[in-house]
Every structure is written in C-alpha cells, then in structure tokens.
C-alpha cells in the first residue's frame, strides 16, 4: 500500500502541475496542461487541475478561506431518471460529491455519462454535484466541512489526504472492505492505494504509469537508433538515450531541434525529475523517511547527466526556450522524445502531428529503472449519512464499467487486475504499458509536501541556471529537505 509515512516504496505520489506546459508549446501549453495531466478549471485556464493521470505543481493556495461551501453547478446535477430506468420504488437519496470543475469537453462528456449510467442503474440515487477549481480546492473542504457542510464523495488528490483525515473531512475505507463479502483486496493492486497511518483512505479510478513518446520519423531521418530497436536488444539505457539525442539535435535558435525533454527543469517538478535519481540508484528519503538522499553521489551524478545533455550536447532545451512562444514541443518537432502519461495521447492525436509517434518504457541507468506512477482516488465524507451508498458508488467508478468511460481520460492502467489495459491508438502499446507497470512505484511525499516542492523547484531553477553547481544547489536542498522531515 502506498502511505505518507511509510517507507519511499509505499509512499503516495506527487505530481507538478506545469509539467506539460513544455509539450505543446506556449501557444497551446494551457490547453495541454488542462487536456493532459488535469481536469482544466473553468474558474482559470492558468490553473490545471491535475487528473488522475497526470498531473501538475502544487497550484498557489489562497490567503483567506471561503467563508461557505462551493455552490453547486447546476448543469452537473443529474435530477431526471433516463427513459430505460426503472422508476424508483424505495428510498430517495441524494448523495453529494465535492469535484473539481472541468474545462474539457472529454471529461465533461465522460463525467456526464458516468454520473448518468450509474442512475439509471440507481433510479433512488440522485447525484448532485457540487464544483469548484481545483486551486485552494483544498482549502475549501476543510472550511465547508467545519462549517456543518456534508459532501459523501471528495475529489481527492494526495497532497490533501494526512490534513483532510487529520480534520475529519474524510474516513477510511477499511471497514468497508471488510464488510463487503464479495469484495476480495487481492483481485486489487494494492501498491495503489492511498494510504495514511496505516488505513487505507482512497482505492484508486485513475492510474497512469510514466513512459517516454517519441518522433520515429525524425529520429529515422537523423540517421539516430529506434528506441524500440535498443529496448528490443536491452540496450535502451540513459547512456544511448543521451547518444540519440545528441545525433537527433540540430539546428540553432528558435529553429534548433532538441532530441530529449529536460527531466529537471523548473516546469517538471518531482514527478519527472525523480526519474533519472532513481535510474541511478537512489530516492528521495532513507527507507524509515528521517533523512533527505539529496546530497548522495547518485543524486549529484543523475543531475550533472542533465546538466551535461543541457550544455555540453545541447540536446536539451533551457526552461526559457521551452516557454517561449513557439519554443520547442513534441507537435511540432522540435522536442523529439518527452516523458508522459497515457492523457498525452489526446494532445497527440488532436495536435495531428506530421510525423510518426511511438512510445517505448524509460530508460535504464546504471541502478536500474523505475517509473513514477499517478493515481487519483474520491474520498469518502467523514459525516456521510449514506456510507453504503457511497460504497457501492464508488465501486462502480473502480470496476468494469466506470473503467471502461474512463478511457477516454487517459486510463489504461485499472487498479483492478481482472480488468486489461486498453489503448485507444496506433501508436499505444500493451506491451509497453505491462512493463512499464512492473517498474512503477509511487514517489514518496512528507507532510509539509507543500513547502519540499517549492523547495525542490528552487533548487532545480538554481542549478539549471547555473547560480549554483550541482553538489551545492543539491546540498542546499537536503538541509532545507531535512529541516521539513523533521517539522
């Protein structure tokens, strides 16, 4: 199970939310940002809204708290039975559930249906659905909640889960799966689980697993090895990803082609930049989450890898090209192998790209490999009056048939292993996807998650920008990682 205070192994992910700001471009990143790794807020495009599959940095909390609970959005409030429904004939319930708004049409359209199917299947049931953007989301939870609001079903995300079960916003799921006999835990890949001193508060919906895409064509045309040829051979390693690159790269200015993403530039956060540590051996924390690695040689030698591609190869772009207008991207060709989540394939496909797209796992470096796994959960209301219906709620949004409309989000991952990864594309591999599942593991975060990851991204802008070299940029962020471990 995944805990936050537990070993790195078990620990809940995290994600940045201005990772696929770089992807698509200026022109297009807060399009992107909202179709990839969230559910865009209607409230502020500036503002993604991570999904369950991918997701972002901590989004700015407000200075003053909500005073009242989050008005329901009325277009979201399923209040009429579908024709092929049976007409009610028990006791009516309406359940209320606490989401995120969204900008999308796709997750407008999905939701729809998945609010809608379940009430034809549940004609007592009426969802009301009650939305608010996901900045300062979180925040306003915990005032509504305090104030005597019930909300039965949360959108949760992890960064919230110790204060929201601290605060009795929300409950542990423990019970329930004890009680339910035809609810069997093994049938469940439990390393998914959102867990917080040892109760388990979230089963997943969503989950997506870290792999990297890339310009078949371009890198054919640049004389460059396939990526899916090295993996074939076993020799997809970060040494020969950094050998692709260099030989794919060329160009100067704004018209340079880059061969790989910068993994640890200030738009990635932890959630990319934790890739390279771990293919080189190390974490986060130490296994009993009392000290920072940051100042480890493993650490120091996976950065000065990114450093090196970034000015000795210059096959990596600098965070300020990435954001320019028109800056490199993956639509269009300038950016030729990214690291993303399974949501990225609607960018691709609605960007049309001119090329040939392939996907293949993350390289191997020299500890090995291992890729960052996300997961959304809905949380369960503390004061819910209805806790049974609630249940049986939420295991219609983790089992076949809410799996099944979450494909369109970017699922390809169920966290119920009697259900088969599906794609959507061409250019999707199972193969890729059940590899890449085998070396997942959730990124370990603290309590003062929050105030690492400004931390982090300080550090990184730091060394990036060469204000500071690796070992100090590195050595400064342990102090500081240390200090917040200890708080």
Known sequence: MTSFDRSPSDARRAISRRVILKFTGAGAALAAAS???????????????????????????????PTTAPKATQAAVMTTTPQAAAQPTGEQITL?????????TVWVDSFQKIWGDYQKQNPNVKLQIEEDPFGGFDV??????????????????????????????????????????????TNYHQDYFETWKGKTYGIPWFVSLLYMYYNKSALHDAGADDPQ????????TWENARAVAAKASKGTGVNRVYGIQNLIDSGSGVILAIAAPWAWGTDLYSSDMTKSLFADQKWIDAV?????????????????????????????????????????NRTVVEGKPQFTVAEVPLPKGPGGRSAPILDN????????KYPD??????????????????????????????????????????????FTSTIGKPIPLIKPEAKFETAFTTAMDAIVLKQKTVQQGLTDLARQADDLLKG
């Open 377 to 384: 959960s809905w949380y369960f209301g503390a004061h819910t």
């Open 304 to 344: 000065q890898f990114q450093m090196d591609m970034i000015y000795t190869d210059h096959s990596e772009p600098l965070p300020s090209e990435t954001k320019q207008e028109g800056g490199p991207s993956f639509l269009n060709g300038k950016m030729l192998m990214v690291f993303q989540y399974p949501s990225f």
């Open 229 to 236: 040829d090295l993996e074939k051979q076993g020799k997809w």
């Open 140 to 185: 306003k939870m915990l005032t509504a909640v305090a104030g005597g609001a019930i909300f039965d079903l949360i959108y949760g995300w992890g960064q919230w889960l110790p204060t929201w079960s601290e605060r009795d916003v929300i409950q542990p799921l423990d019970s329930f799966m004890k009680q339910d006999k035809s609810f069997d835990i």
């Open 96 to 104: 209320n559930i606490a989401a995120v708004k969204v900008a999308q």
């Open 35 to 65: 179709l990839l790794q969230a559910c865009g807020s209607t409230a502020s495009t500036s503002t993604p809204v991570p999904l369950a599959t991918a997701a972002p940095a901590a989004p700015a909390k407000p200075t003053t708290a």
């Open 389 to 434: 219906q609630v249940w049986k709620l939420n295991s219609y949004l983790i089992g076949p048939h809410g799996q099944e409309l979450v494909v369109p989000l970017g699922e390809r991952y169920p966290v119920d292993k009697r259900i088969k990864p599906t794609t959507e594309y061409p250019f999707e591999s199972v193969d890729v996807i059940n």
